[in-house]
């Protein structure tokens, strides 16, 4: 959740929300959240748990565009 909200601090491209899922079980059960955290890229893709940087720009990108390479 940390890194969601600085990557949307430092890129205009990017927003970040946080939603406690207990309290808006809706949204949580359309988005498939039986863990946390969980991150959900543009309503499609999503990463699961707390990842270091790196893992976690990489999972971004590939949600993002799964037919993209991420850089090495």
Known sequence: ???AHQ??????QI????????QFQELASMHGVYSVP????NGKGF?????????FLE???KAADPDANPPN
């Open 47 to 55: 990463l699961e748990g707390s990842l270091p940087e790196t893992h």
């Open 59 to 61: 999972g971004i990108l």
């Open 1 to 3: 959740m940390r890194l």
């Open 38 to 41: 969980r991150t959900v890229v």
């Open 7 to 12: 990557f949307a601090m430092e890129n205009d």
């Open 15 to 22: 927003t970040a929300d946080c939603v406690e899922a207990t």
